[in-house]
Protein backbone atom coordinates (compact mmCIF):
# COMPACT_ATOMS: atom_id res chain seq x y z
CA UNK A 1 0.00 0.00 0.00
CA UNK A 2 1.69 3.31 -1.25
CA UNK A 3 2.21 5.65 2.05
CA UNK A 4 3.22 8.99 2.12
CA UNK A 5 4.29 10.63 5.57
CA UNK A 6 5.12 14.19 6.09
CA UNK A 7 7.56 15.83 8.97
CA UNK A 8 8.92 18.91 9.39
CA UNK A 9 6.08 21.50 10.16
CA UNK A 10 5.74 23.43 13.29
CA UNK A 11 5.67 27.27 13.91
CA UNK A 12 8.07 29.88 12.76
CA UNK A 13 8.05 33.57 12.68
CA UNK A 14 7.37 35.49 9.70
CA UNK A 15 10.71 35.34 7.54
CA UNK A 16 11.87 32.48 9.10
CA UNK A 17 12.43 28.87 7.59
CA UNK A 18 11.64 25.56 7.70
CA UNK A 19 12.20 22.24 5.90
CA UNK A 20 9.29 19.91 5.17
CA UNK A 21 10.31 16.46 4.63
CA UNK A 22 8.07 13.46 2.90
CA UNK A 23 9.09 9.93 3.01
CA UNK A 24 7.51 7.50 -0.01
CA UNK A 25 7.02 3.78 0.83
CA UNK A 26 6.37 2.89 -3.17
CA UNK A 27 6.18 5.01 -6.46
CA UNK A 28 8.63 8.38 -5.76
CA UNK A 29 6.55 11.46 -4.01
CA UNK A 30 6.60 13.90 -6.53
CA UNK A 31 5.21 17.16 -5.36
CA UNK A 32 4.21 19.37 -2.35
CA UNK A 33 0.59 21.07 -2.05
CA UNK A 34 -1.07 22.90 0.71
CA UNK A 35 -4.49 24.02 2.29
CA UNK A 36 -5.25 27.08 3.96
CA UNK A 37 -8.34 27.27 6.51
CA UNK A 38 -11.42 28.01 4.24
CA UNK A 39 -9.44 27.51 1.03
CA UNK A 40 -9.13 24.91 -1.87
CA UNK A 41 -5.76 22.92 -1.55
CA UNK A 42 -3.01 24.25 -3.79
CA UNK A 43 -0.45 23.28 -6.02
CA UNK A 44 3.45 24.74 -4.14
CA UNK A 45 6.26 22.55 -6.02
CA UNK A 46 6.44 19.30 -7.77
CA UNK A 47 10.12 17.42 -8.95
CA UNK A 48 10.39 14.98 -11.37
CA UNK A 49 11.16 10.90 -10.62
CA UNK A 50 14.48 10.68 -13.38
CA UNK A 51 15.90 14.48 -13.72
CA UNK A 52 14.33 16.27 -10.81
CA UNK A 53 13.02 18.78 -13.03
CA UNK A 54 11.21 21.29 -10.82
CA UNK A 55 8.40 23.74 -10.95
CA UNK A 56 6.62 25.65 -8.65
CA UNK A 57 3.83 28.06 -7.72
CA UNK A 58 3.90 31.78 -8.54
CA UNK A 59 3.44 32.21 -4.66
CA UNK A 60 6.39 30.29 -3.65
CA UNK A 61 9.22 31.10 -6.43
CA UNK A 62 12.20 32.58 -5.50
CA UNK A 63 11.68 31.43 -1.71
CA UNK A 64 11.50 27.45 -1.81
CA UNK A 65 13.51 24.79 -3.06
CA UNK A 66 12.00 21.23 -4.08
CA UNK A 67 14.72 18.74 -3.89
CA UNK A 68 14.76 14.40 -4.41
CA UNK A 69 16.83 11.74 -2.46
CA UNK A 70 16.48 8.68 -4.48
CA UNK A 71 18.24 6.52 -2.65
CA UNK A 72 15.62 6.91 0.32
CA UNK A 73 12.72 7.97 -1.59
CA UNK A 74 11.92 11.26 0.16
CA UNK A 75 11.37 14.66 -1.12
CA UNK A 76 12.05 17.68 0.94
CA UNK A 77 10.46 21.83 0.39
CA UNK A 78 12.77 23.95 1.56
CA UNK A 79 10.93 27.11 2.25
CA UNK A 80 12.37 30.49 3.65
CA UNK A 81 11.17 34.07 3.67
CA UNK A 82 8.26 32.76 5.31
CA UNK A 83 5.01 35.13 5.65
CA UNK A 84 1.39 34.56 7.38
CA UNK A 85 -0.01 34.20 3.79
CA UNK A 86 2.11 30.23 4.10
CA UNK A 87 0.21 29.38 6.81
CA UNK A 88 -2.02 26.02 5.90
CA UNK A 89 -1.43 22.09 6.07
CA UNK A 90 1.55 20.80 3.87
CA UNK A 91 0.35 17.34 1.33
CA UNK A 92 3.33 15.59 0.00
CA UNK A 93 1.49 13.62 -3.29
CA UNK A 94 2.63 11.49 -5.45
CA UNK A 95 0.74 10.02 -9.37
CA UNK A 96 1.54 7.05 -11.22
CA UNK A 97 3.08 8.48 -14.13
CA UNK A 98 6.19 10.57 -15.24
CA UNK A 99 4.79 14.18 -16.27
CA UNK A 100 5.47 17.30 -14.19
CA UNK A 101 1.65 18.63 -12.58
CA UNK A 102 0.57 21.83 -10.90
CA UNK A 103 -3.36 20.04 -10.77
CA UNK A 104 -3.93 17.98 -8.11
CA UNK A 105 -6.38 15.59 -9.89
CA UNK A 106 -3.55 13.96 -11.53
CA UNK A 107 -2.23 13.27 -8.27
CA UNK A 108 -3.30 9.69 -6.52
CA UNK A 109 -1.49 9.40 -2.75
CA UNK A 110 -1.45 11.48 -0.73
CA UNK A 111 0.02 11.81 3.11
CA UNK A 112 -1.68 13.42 6.02
CA UNK A 113 -0.46 16.20 5.83
CA UNK A 114 1.70 18.54 8.62
CA UNK A 115 0.88 21.83 9.80
CA UNK A 116 2.97 24.84 8.94
CA UNK A 117 2.09 27.93 10.96
CA UNK A 118 3.57 31.34 10.32
CA UNK A 119 3.36 34.32 12.92
CA UNK A 120 4.00 38.11 12.67
Known amino acids: QEQLVESGGGLVQAGGSLRLSCAGS????MAWFRQAPGKEREFVAAISWILSNTIYATSVKGRSTISRDSAKNTIDLQMSSLKPEDTAIYYC?????????????????WGQGTQVTVSL
Open 26 to 29: GRPP
Open 93 to 109: ASKTNFPLSMDRDDYVY
